[in-house]
């Protein structure tokens, strides 16, 4: 499907392990700046070896957000709720569009605030519900995001709250994208955000999925494509961009940096944690194909790849067999581990910044490039060239598939 109308984005708001706004990732990225650090706070945790992490530092959200708000809020929703509020302002929208009903918002997490959701059944089993607070359960909730952020700003269109694990903030750009396409709101804010917690951490390495050989030298870890890599880092933050129609604005006189010109998501069908080759090719293909572009168009693809042996293999071959090793690709979780339910929003900021500084970042930590992993080209160093074309994957647990296209302008 190709729309009727180009959808621009026209606002980013951002708050990520390598920086709280587009200058500084664009710059992060230019000199490959690892926002990744040692955790020796979480030592204590029985059975947990995976010592690093991707952190949110510099940002005073308790200033960022009244308190009025904050208290339903856990950290997962007010990283998204400071991100939705810096791409509202750098969008230039004023209060009365954002509240007339034709704004729409639709912003995903993994889950409700783990922080939150561990203190909140440790008072059950403990003291008792009664030790809880009335608002304990609007930090827990699903769509925790979605609704505070909604609050927060006002917004009476439509709200999404999309949790589908690590392709919640993807998906939640495709559901904009889409809803705008058919024009069911003039203006969509979207984009996704996660809270960094020792719980998740401990999931991926209960999997055997984690990174912990390089507890010492943090930086040096993940290693998405590389023949050492040993696991993923879990990493925090927001990533929301501002959807329009591209006469809305021009009608405002909004600064673009870019339009979404293709979108698609699939589902492999197969298995619950294994991803699947055909089904990751399926869903490039079909985004190429709602783009109207052809391989020979794109001129970057952002991987998802997160440092774990199964995925960057299986990852590896499916965009192999959909570019070949004519198009440059590497994978930005070096710079800020993987942030699950944020990283389809953030690494499309980062795709964004690419496009405007003109070049396309090396996978931080690719020394060496595991033989299960050739095929694509895969960038070892910057790469100093025009990306008009550009490419995001996520792909999370489930078999779900996200790839989004990007167009300069």
Not at 147 to 176: E, H, K, P
Request: aromatic share 6%; charged share 15%.
């Amino acid at each position: 499907m190709r729309q009727p109308e180009p959808v621009v984005i026209t606002g980013l708001g951002i708050a990520s392990p390598a920086g709280n706004d587009f200058a500084s990732v664009g710059t992060a990225l230019r000199e490959g700046r690892s926002g990744i650090r040692s955790m020796p706070e979480w030592q204590s945790v029985d059975g947990l070896s995976a010592l690093v992490a991707g952190l949110v530092e510099n940002v005073d959200l308790q200033a960022a957000i009244p308190r009025k708000y904050r208290r339903s809020m856990g950290r997962v929703a007010q990283l998204a709720c400071f991100a939705v509020g810096q791409a509202i302002a750098d969008a230039g929208l004023p209060a009365e569009l954002v509240q007339g009903g034709r704004v729409g918002l639709a912003v995903g997490s993994t889950t409700g605030s783990p922080t939150a959701t561990l203190e909140y059944y440790r008072n059950i089993l403990g003291p008792g519900m009664r030790a809880n607070k009335s608002t304990a359960f609007l930090q827990v909730m699903s769509h925790t995001c979605a609704a505070n952020c909604a609050l927060a700003f006002g917004i009476t269109g439509r709200v999404w709250g999309a949790n589908s694990a690590c392709t919640s903030g993807s998906q939640s750009i495709g559901l904009a994208y889409e809803t705008l396409v058919a024009g069911g709101q003039d203006v969509m804010i979207c984009g996704g955000a996660e809270e960094v917690h020792f719980t998740t951490a401990g999931t991926f390495n209960l999997a055997g999925a984690a990174s912990s050989a390089y507890n010492a030298t943090p930086h040096a870890t993940p290693r998405p494509f590389d023949l050492k890599r040993d696991g993923m880092v879990v990493g925090e933050g927001a990533g929301i961009l501002v959807l329009e129609r591209l006469s809305h604005a021009k009608a405002r006189g909004a600064k673009i940096y870019g339009e979404i010109v293709g979108f698609a998501t699939t589902c492999d069908g197969e298995h619950i944690t294994s991803p699947a080759e055909k089904g990751m090719a399926h869903a490039m293909e079909l985004a190429l194909e709602s783009a109207g572009l052809t391989v020979n168009d794109v001129d970057y693809v952002n991987a998802h790849a997160t440092g774990t042996e199964l995925g960057d293999s299986t990852e590896a071959r499916a965009t192999a067999r959909i570019f070949g090793d004519r198009v440059p690709i590497s994978s930005t979780k070096g710079y800020i581990g993987h942030t699950l339910g944020a990283c389809g929003g953030i690494e499309s900021i980062f795709v964004l910044a690419m496009m405007q500084g003109g070049f396309a970042a090396p996978t931080l930590n690719l020394e060496n490039i595991d033989p299960a992993c050739a095929g694509p080209w895969h960038l070892q160093k910057l790469l100093e060239r025009p990306v008009r074309v550009a490419m995001n994957n996520n792909f999370a647990f489930g078999g779900i598939n996200t790839s989004l296209v990007f167009k300069a302008v």
